[in-house]
C-alpha cells in the first residue's frame, strides 16, 4: 500500500497539472504558465529582437502589455483579433494559413465558425488599415515587412 504522504503529492501534483491544462483551455493569459513564458522567450530571442514590441508601418503591437498602437493611437482589439495580428506579425512576410490562425483562436474541442478568422481579419482591417493585412487567395493571410 502507497504511504499517505506520497499519494497526497501525486495527487496535488496532478491538481496543479489539471489546473494549467484548464487555464490553457479556457484562454487565460499565458504569462501566467511559466513553461508557456519561457518558450515565448525564446522564441522572441531566436527572433532576433531583444525588446517584445512588434512593428509594421504605423503598427506597434507590445505582448507583454497587451497593447496595441496605430499611428501613435491607442487601438483596443478584442482578445481573439489580438492573438489573429500577433500571429501575423510574428510571421511577417509569411503567409499563415486559416486553419494556422484557428489554431492561435481556439483551444482543445473548441468549435470553430466557418467565416471566424474572416470576420476577425474584416474587424482588424476596419479598426487599423485595410491595406494591412493581405489576403492570398485559395491560400491565407499575410502582413508583409513595411518601412516604420
Same mark, same amino acid.
Given at each position: 500500500a502507497a504511504h499517505p504522504k506520497a499519494v497526497e503529492a501525486t495527487l496535488r501534483g496532478q491538481s496543479a497539472a489539471i489546473r494549467s491544462l484548464r487555464n490553457l483551455e479556457v484562454g487565460k493569459d499565458a504569462g501566467q %504558465? &511559466? @513553461?508557456?513564458?519561457?518558450?515565448?522567450?525564446?522564441?522572441?530571442? #531566436? !527572433? +532576433? !529582437? #531583444?525588446? &517584445?514590441l512588434l512593428t509594421c508601418g504605423d503598427v506597434q503591437l507590445d505582448p507583454g502589455r497587451r497593447q496595441v498602437r496605430f499611428g501613435g493611437r491607442a487601438v483596443t482589439l478584442t482578445t481573439r483579433e489580438f492573438a489573429i495580428l500577433h #500571429? %501575423? %506579425? @510574428? +510571421? /511577417? +512576410?509569411?503567409? %499563415? !494559413? /486559416? #486553419?494556422?490562425l484557428e489554431e492561435q483562436l481556439y483551444g482543445w474541442g473548441e468549435e470553430v465558425g466557418s467565416n471566424t478568422v474572416e470576420v476577425f481579419i474584416h474587424h482588424l482591417r476596419r479598426k487599423l488599415a485595410p491595406g494591412l493585412i493581405r489576403t492570398v487567395r485559395g491560400v491565407g493571410y499575410l502582413i508583409e515587412d513595411m518601412p516604420s
Amino acid at each position: 500500500a502507497a504511504h499517505p504522504k506520497a499519494v497526497e503529492a501525486t495527487l496535488r501534483g496532478q491538481s496543479a497539472a489539471i489546473r494549467s491544462l484548464r487555464n490553457l483551455e479556457v484562454g487565460k493569459d499565458a504569462g501566467q %504558465l &511559466p @513553461l508557456t513564458a519561457r518558450l515565448r522567450a525564446l522564441v522572441r530571442r #531566436a !527572433s +532576433g !529582437s #531583444a525588446t &517584445p514590441l512588434l512593428t509594421c508601418g504605423d503598427v506597434q503591437l507590445d505582448p507583454g502589455r497587451r497593447q496595441v498602437r496605430f499611428g501613435g493611437r491607442a487601438v483596443t482589439l478584442t482578445t481573439r483579433e489580438f492573438a489573429i495580428l500577433h #500571429a %501575423l %506579425l @510574428l +510571421g /511577417k +512576410g509569411r503567409v %499563415l !494559413s /486559416k #486553419a494556422q490562425l484557428e489554431e492561435q483562436l481556439y483551444g482543445w474541442g473548441e468549435e470553430v465558425g466557418s467565416n471566424t478568422v474572416e470576420v476577425f481579419i474584416h474587424h482588424l482591417r476596419r479598426k487599423l488599415a485595410p491595406g494591412l493585412i493581405r489576403t492570398v487567395r485559395g491560400v491565407g493571410y499575410l502582413i508583409e515587412d513595411m518601412p516604420s
